[in-house]
């Protein structure tokens, strides 16, 4: 069994930042794309920001110069380093892993956390 466990959520002011880390654990054989997407009350989720395994980066247009996607591939971890943030940031963030295990390929998700920014 694959996990996909994210950390790092809370509850912040506006223009503060927020660092979320997401680790895969589990029998995993090797993970392609990471990224992060988020979905606010009442609303579809979307995405975020992506990272290819060989560190090429993709982000949604309100996250551009904002946030910063990265992963530690000895560690099986992605990060969001978040900045300037605003309350409409406010969204549970989940994280998501393109696996190959031993016996299939498929795409994990975690389990969501908060981030609430306050005006």
């Known amino acids: 069994q694959v996990q996909l466990v994210e950390s790092g959520g809370g509850l912040v002011q506006a223009g503060g930042s927020l660092r979320l880390s997401c680790a895969a654990s589990?029998?995993?054989?090797?993970?392609?794309?990471m990224g992060w997407y988020r979905q606010a009350p009442g609303k579809q989720r979307e995405l975020v920001a992506t990272?290819?395994?060989?560190?090429?980066?993709n982000y949604e247009d309100s996250a551009k110069g904002r946030f910063t996607i990265s992963r530690d591939n000895a560690k099986n971890t992605v990060y969001l380093q978040m900045t300037s943030l605003k309350p409409e940031d406010t969204a549970v963030y989940y994280c998501n892993a393109d696996i190959t295990t031993g016996w299939a390929r498929r795409v994990h998700w975690g389990q969501g956390t908060q981030v609430t920014v306050s005006s």
């Open positions: 990272v290819t395994s060989g560190g090429v980066t």
């Open positions: 589990g029998n995993i054989f090797s993970i392609n794309a």
